[in-house]
Nanobody, 124 residues
Framework: EVQLVESGGGLVQAGGSLRLSCLLS????????IGWFRQAPGKGREGVSC????????WYADSVRGRLTISSDSAKNAVFLQMISLEPEDTAVYFC?????????????????WGQGTQVTVSS
């Protein structure tokens, strides 16, 4: 069974930093693309970053480029999202998800397995 567990969310002031973790089980991340999405209250789920773990190719949404860094650790079967210079607009539930294709995508429909999410709240 494929399982993804996010952690690392919390409450932080504007300008602060957080590091989100996505621990995966039931498969090896080297075969997958792993994406990070977020969903703010009253809004749809949007892609913010993804990584193709086989070759390290990454993608970032324009709204987060330069502030978020995605990385993976095959030994831990985990993917991380380092977030700096956080803004109140970054407040959302953050999800990681898997895609059985070696190309990044920011479409929710392209991902098959999802974690339960971790809440990130940025105060002004």
């Amino acid at each position: 069974e494929v399982q993804l567990v996010e952690s690392g969310g919390g409450l932080v002031q504007a300008g602060g930093s957080l590091r989100l973790s996505c621990l995966l089980s039931g498969f090896t991340i080297d075969r997958y693309t792993i994406g990070w999405f977020r969903q703010a209250p009253g809004k749809g789920r949007e892609g913010v970053s993804c990584i193709t773990t086989s070759d390290g190719t990454t993608w970032y949404a324009d709204s987060v480029r330069g502030r978020l860094t995605i990385s993976s650790d095959s030994a831990k079967n985990a993917v991380f999202l380092q977030m700096i210079s956080l803004e109140p607009e970054d407040t959302a539930v953050y999800f990681c998800a898997t895609r059985d294709d070696p190309d990044c995508s920011d479409y929710v429909e392209d991902y098959t397995s999802w974690g339960q999410g971790t809440q990130v709240t940025v105060s002004s």
